[in-house]
């Protein structure tokens, strides 16, 4: 029977499942900003009320990213220390698929769909990728992507589209039409047991130090930054 424990605190939301078999308990709260003060209490009480140690557990499932920088700093920092402290193998999944599957779950959509899941990256740029659902499972259509919102480009299909996530903001600017729009709805640890469970029972597990963060922003952009800060008459003040 195995003991997955899932993290995710990719977006502004903080989230945790722990996964004993067939039973999930989890936790997810809005918490921008406070994912330090709040995930390890969330951990600590999954483990309790399943009455198991760190050391028990069979895997860490985790979202590395993309998204807020900070977010997914905190949680792989978090995932990193718990690895390493309870000698505990890990499996980074995507926060994009995540948020698919947050989205096929919470909305109830049984139909064959695309869904376009997408954060806001800030800068004028979007997270996206694109999957398909057929009622029962994803296909990825798409890797992750990082671009400015009128340029995603969704590989050819008949089938209704989903958006989802608060990339869909900025919806003027994306010549897609959409029969579900869920622009607040964010991704959620059970989730990521969604993804981790069958590929943790085809070995796919790892250690920590194999893993790193996914922030997809390259040098072009991170130098786009600077000149966004160098033209802010605030940021010249050394603060």
Not at 96 to 111: S, V
Not at 113 to 119: A, D, E, K, T, V
Not at 164 to 176: C, F, K, M, S, V
Not at 190 to 210: N, S, Y
Request: with cysteine.
């Amino acid at each position: 029977m195995k003991k997955v424990l899932a993290i995710d605190t990719t977006t502004q939301a903080c989230s945790v499942a722990l996964s004993i078999g067939n039973s999930v308990s989890s936790r997810f709260q809005l918490a921008s900003r406070e994912h330090t003060r709040l995930l390890l209490p969330m951990v600590n009480e999954l483990l309790s009320e399943a009455e198991i140690t760190l050391s028990e557990l069979d895997a860490l499932a985790f979202t590395r990213g993309p998204g807020s920088f900070t977010g997914i700093r905190i949680g792989f920092s978090v995932v990193q220390g718990l690895a390493l402290g309870g000698d505990i193998p890990v499996l980074p999944v995507s926060s994009l698929e995540t948020l698919a599957h947050t989205a096929c779950r919470k909305l109830i959509i049984e139909d064959s769909y695309r869904l376009l899941p997408m954060f806001d990256a800030r800068m004028d740029e979007v997270y996206w990728s694109v999957f398909e659902w057929n009622g029962v499972g994803l296909t990825r259509l798409t890797p992750d992507n990082l671009s400015p919102p009128e340029t995603i480009i969704l590989p050819h299909s008949d089938l209704p589209l989903a958006v989802i996530g608060d990339g869909w903001h900025y919806a003027d600017r994306i010549d897609l039409f959409s029969t579900i729009e869920a622009s607040t709805l964010l991704p959620d640890a059970r989730d990521v047991l969604t993804i981790a469970m069958p590929q943790i029972e085809k070995g796919a597990l790892m250690a920590i130090d194999e893993v790193q963060p996914l922030y997809l922003r390259d040098k072009v952009s991170w130098q786009k930054r600077k000149r966004l800060r160098a033209n802010n008459p605030i940021s010249g003040t050394g603060t």
